[in-house]
């Protein structure tokens, strides 16, 4: 799930809204299948690569990086309702031998250390309260010579306009962005970037969801939220977001030590 356009999260507790919007998404971030398949070959993936995949929603990109190049992927997710689509999506995929999927807060796991090529977190830095804390959490579970993947916004210019709702975002620049991944022991070795058309389809997806979920579910509980958050994130995109907000895949490579 993208962090971006008005989807910062203070918990891991995920609003109904997202589960609602998303529910067409194959991937649930400003990408697109063609840039996940471009960080698989920068990453070396392979049959024998081991991938930790941190919200792993849906299970797309876990189920694509799997298909395509053959590696092995653990994914952890928090919303039962994600969870439970990516185990459908990999049973009818045929890819239960590659790719398992488990409901849980990761943030309250145990991780195993040095276990992974890969420890991936595309969009959801909130399960570790941000960037910094998110690289903390993975970079000990990946071995040396491994990655460090994440999937994070960044503000595009600055200053930022003041009637920006999204201004206090926990986001810095694109070089900003870089620092904090180097500011430890990781060197960032790729950069991937959402274009226009990767944000327009994100968002606008959410749009076709919401519209048609409240028109099927006038008397739901949750219509006035739903409809408040659709009507708030979708005139902040508008406004300001598609010019202001980047979302790109860091990736990070551990030396060996």
């Known amino acids: 799930m993208a962090e971006g356009i008005a989807a910062w999260k203070d918990d891991v507790v995920i609003p109904r809204y997202f589960t609602v919007a ?50 092995r992927v653990e994914g952890i997710e928090v919303a039962p309702e994600f969870h439970a689509v990516a185990v459908e999506r990999a049973e009818a995929a045929g890819l239960t031998d590659r790719v398992s999927f488990r409901l849980g807060d990761a943030s309250r796991e145990q991780l195993p250390t040095g276990e992974y090529d890969v420890g991936m977190c595309l969009g959801a830095s909130f399960v570790w309260g ?24 960044f503000w595009r210019r600055l200053p930022l306009p003041d009637d920006y709702e999204e201004r206090n975002a926990p986001y810095t ?16 070795i790729g950069v991937i970037a959402s274009s226009d058309d990767d944000w327009d389809r994100y968002e606008t997806l959410h749009w076709r969801a919401v519209e048609e979920w409240l028109a099927e579910n006038p008397e739901d509980p949750a219509v006035a939220d739903i409809r408040g958050r ?28």
């Open 130 to 153: 941000g960037l910094a804390g998110t690289l903390d959490a993975l970079e000990p579970v990946v071995c040396g010579g491994g990655h460090v993947v994440v999937g994070e916004p």
């Open 230 to 257: 659709h009507e708030r994130y979708k005139l902040t995109y508008l406004r300001h977001g598609r010019e202001l907000v980047g979302w790109a895949i860091f990736a990070g490579w551990k030396p060996p030590r």
């Open 22 to 71: 998303e529910r067409d998404h194959e991937i649930q971030n400003p990408t697109s299948e063609e840039k996940l398949c471009l960080l698989g070959e920068r990453l070396r993936l392979h049959s024998g690569s081991r991938v930790l995949d941190i919200a792993s929603g849906r299970g797309g990109p876990a189920l694509l990086l799997a298909r395509e190049f053959g590696c």
């Open 173 to 188: 620049t694109l070089e900003g962005t870089v620092a904090i991944f180097e500011s430890g022991g990781l060197r960032t």
